[in-house]
């Protein structure tokens, strides 16, 4: 059953870009922000993850956490954050292939990544927005977040 809005989020566990684990369970007690980017080092994606990291301190601000979730592996994401440097997790959700993206509802099997989606959580980890790009191509707005992140 995909994540819905009003509904505890899929819980996860995964592997970061420095081969510690992420648990939804550790995201408890703020807001959230859990960002499903489809592909690391394309140019829509690398832009997405920019944004976040140029304006991490307003998330902050908004006592929010951030996590990004891709289909690849630890060290192509760790490889990705180093170019750009990003400092909050980015989390493989490569073996077995997309289950959380899947468990999200956001896995796209065509291509075999996950869509571009974002999940809002309050901090008790209920799914309070679910804000995805118009299409695979475009990049989600960061004010869409910082809106999302007000009403909460």
Known sequence: MPALIGAPAPDFTLLNYDKTTVSLSDLAGKKS???FIPLPFTRV???ELCSIR????????????????????????????GAEGVSYPILSDFWPHGAVAQAYGCFNDRLGTANRATFVLDEEGIVREI??????????????????????
């Open 54 to 81: 140029d304006n991490l301190s307003t998330l902050e601000e908004a006592d929010t956490r951030v996590v990004v979730i891709t289909t690849d592996s630890y060290g192509s994401n760790g490889a990705w954050a």
């Open 45 to 47: 994606c690398t832009s």
């Open 131 to 152: 804000i995805q790009a118009e299409s695979f191509g475009t990049a989600r707005a960061f004010s869409s977040y910082t809106e999302t992140l007000a009403r909460l």
């Open 33 to 35: 922000l859990i960002v």
